[in-house]
């Protein structure tokens, strides 16, 4: 089994930044992408960014030049780096992991965080 452990979440005042981190830890032989989405309340979850071994990461037109998905393979971390947050941003961040747990493995599986709540408000 694979936990994903969200952390970095809080209140932060609109123009402000925040740094959210998740940990994979747990039967991983690779982890091939990882991604942070959110959901609002009463909303539907929400694709932010994903990050692979290679290329430029993709990101929701809604956080584009303003969060920034990073990785640090040797932690099996991944973050995510929000600037000039604004209140429309509030929502559970929940990070996903497609991990490869053995090297026999034939198909990655999908794994999911508990969540952070971030709060964009004056």
């Known amino acids: 089994q694979v936990q994903l452990v969200e952390s970095g979440g809080g209140l932060v005042q609109p123009g402000g930044s925040l740094r959210l981190s998740c940990a994979a830890s747990?039967?991983?032989?690779?982890?091939?992408?990882m991604a942070w989405y959110r959901q609002a309340p009463g909303q539907e979850r929400e694709w932010v960014a994903t990050i692979t071994n290679g290329g430029s990461p993709p990101y929701g037109d809604s956080v584009k030049g303003r969060f920034t998905i990073s990785r640090d393979n040797a932690k099996n971390t991944v973050y995510l780096q929000m600037n000039s947050l604004k209140p429309e941003d509030t929502a559970v961040y929940y990070c996903?992991?497609?991990?490869?747990?053995?090297?026999?493995?034939?198909?990655?599986?999908?794994?999911w965080g508990q969540g952070t709540l971030v709060t964009v408000s004056s």
């Open positions: 996903n992991a497609a991990i490869l747990e053995t090297r026999w493995s034939p198909n990655t599986k999908d794994y």
């Open positions: 747990g039967r991983i032989f690779s982890i091939v992408a």
